[in-house]
């Protein structure tokens, strides 16, 4: 019972610290960015928005 609590905690512990770094979501190539500032739809790749100038998240 005791082995299982371990390995129980160890495996929580891990899935937490491996889930924690996250994974930064890219858009597809094909899909188009809108500017939170300006709303302009901006192609995938553009780092900042066309129209305005802001930076794209």
């Known amino acids: 019972m005791d082995l299982f609590i ?3 905690v ?3 512990i891990v899935w937490g610290i491996s889930s924690s770094k996250g994974v ?3 858009p ?3 899909e188009n ?3 939170a500032r300006c709303g ?3 192609p995938a790749p553009a780092r ?3 129209h305005c100038g802001t ?3």
Request: aromatic letters at 4%; proline letters at 4%; charged letters at 25%.
């Open 6 to 8: 371990l390995v129980l």
């Open 10 to 12: 160890i495996t929580l």
């Open 24 to 26: 930064r979501q890219q």
């Open 28 to 30: 597809r190539p094909d």
């Open 33 to 35: 960015r809108a500017c």
């Open 40 to 42: 302009t739809l901006n």
């Open 48 to 50: 900042f928005c066309r």
């Open 55 to 57: 930076r794209l998240a």
